[in-house]
């Protein structure tokens, strides 16, 4: 994963780490790359996208996602290695870590 991150550009969107503690990686004028971590029972506000971003998950975790339209709640579980993309302009959820230790996220923002 050390590879990974010395790879790719590390950082965090608007919403990325939005409450949560966040470590800068690296940020210029077309990438911004933060670590965040999550610890049990953390919240992550809900939130706009401000630009596209891939989030690299580096720790086996399970969280509560409540969907910003509808309210519904659904649990989420990711792998360590786990990537995701979400594009500009999305209603990001509120999450709620709900295991029992923190988990660590990269998230790479485009701008």
């Known amino acids: ?3 990974l991150l010395s790879v790719i550009a590390w950082g965090v969107a608007a919403v990325g780490g939005a409450g949560l503690p966040t470590t800068a990686k690296l940020d210029n004028a ?4 933060t670590e965040v971590t999550s610890a049990p ?3 992550r506000e809900r939130g706009v996208r401000a630009h596209d971003q891939v989030i690299v998950f580096l720790d086996d975790c399970r969280y509560e996602r409540t969907d910003p339209k509808t309210g519904a709640k659904t649990i989420q ?3 360590s290695g786990d990537v995701i993309w979400h594009t500009q302009g ?3 959820p509120q999450l709620v870590n709900k295991g ?3 988990y660590r996220t990269v ?3 485009l701008k």
Request: net charge positive; no cysteine.
């Open 1 to 3: 994963m050390k590879r």
């Open 41 to 43: 029972g953390a919240v």
């Open 90 to 92: 999305e209603d990001a």
């Open 30 to 33: 077309r990438v911004q790359v």
């Open 107 to 109: 998230v790479v923002e």
């Open 100 to 102: 029992g230790k923190p």
């Open 77 to 79: 579980a990711r792998k």
